[in-house]
Nanobody, 127 residues
Framework: QVQLIESGGRLVQVGGSLRLACVTS????????MGWFRQAPGKERDFVAS????????GYSDSVRGRFTISRQDAENTVYLQMNSLKPEDTAVYYC????????????????????WGQGTQVTVSV
């Protein structure tokens, strides 16, 4: 079983920056493909970013590409999401997800392919 704990969400003004963190336990971190998703009220959970097991390859949704950066620190068992130039439409609960195995250089963008999820952290972007 993999446990995921997100942190870093808070209220921020338009144009501001935040860094979310997700600490994992229960599995060897470098065997995990990691992803970030978000869910706004009344909407489905959407893909934000993913990073392959080796960290060699990343993937982003069109809505965040160029503003958000996903990274991983294997020594800390942690995946990060650096969010810059935040917009009101980025307001959502952000979830960290993990999947064991998978290709070493393959991000995963489909939520159904992830087996493990964190509880989420709220990000609110105010005008």
């Amino acid at each position: 079983q993999v446990q995921l704990i997100e942190s870093g969400g808070r209220l921020v003004q338009v144009g501001g920056s935040l860094r979310l963190a997700c600490v994992t336990s229960g599995r060897t971190f470098n065997l995990l493909t990691m992803g970030w998703f978000r869910q706004a009220p009344g909407k489905e959970r959407d893909f934000v970013a993913s990073i392959s097991r080796t960290g060699s390859t990343t993937g982003y949704s069109d809505s965040v590409r160029g503003r958000f950066t996903i990274s991983r620190q294997d020594a800390e068992n942690t995946v990060y999401l650096q969010m810059n130039s935040l917009k009101p439409e980025d307001t959502a609960v952000y979830y960290c997800a993990a999947e064991e195995g998978g290709g070493p250089h393959t991000p995963v963008v489909v939520p159904g392919q992830y087996s493990y999820w964190g509880q989420g952290t709220q990000v609110t972007v105010s005008v």
